[in-house]
Nanobody, 121 residues
Framework: QVQLVESGGGLVQAGGSLRLSCVAS????????MGWFRQAPGREREFVAL????????YYAESVKGRFTISRDNAKNTVYLQMNSLKPEDTAVYYC??????????????WGQGTQVTVSS
């Protein structure tokens, strides 16, 4: 089992920045691909970014490429999502997830409880 706890969400004006964190406990963090997903009201959960086990490779949704950066610190069992140049359409609940596979589909094995990000115009 892997337990994931996100933090760092909040209310920010358009153009601002936020940094989300996700701390993992349980099985070896470095064994898992880590992903960030988001879900806006009335919409399906969508892929945002992922990072491979060693942190050597990252993948992003086109909608966030160039604005968001995913990173991880395996010594701290933590994955981060730095979000810059935020837009109102980035408003959503953001979820951290862990899986053994590199995938952008929302069928990861483990999920956090989510953290709300609201971007005002």
């Amino acid at each position: 089992q892997v337990q994931l706890v996100e933090s760092g969400g909040g209310l920010v004006q358009a153009g601002g920045s936020l940094r989300l964190s996700c701390v993992a406990s349980g099985r070896a963090f470095s064994n898992y691909v880590m992903g960030w997903f988001r879900q806006a009201p009335g919409r399906e959960r969508e892929f945002v970014a992922l990072i491979t086990r060693s942190g050597g490779s990252t993948y992003y949704a086109e909608s966030v490429k160039g604005r968001f950066t995913i990173s991880r610190d395996n010594a701290k069992n933590t994955v981060y999502l730095q979000m810059n140049s935020l837009k109102p359409e980035d408003t959503a609940v953001y979820y951290c997830a862990a899986d053994r596979s590199i995938t952008t589909t929302a069928n990861y094995d483990y999920w956090g409880q989510g953290t709300q990000v609201t971007v005002s115009s």
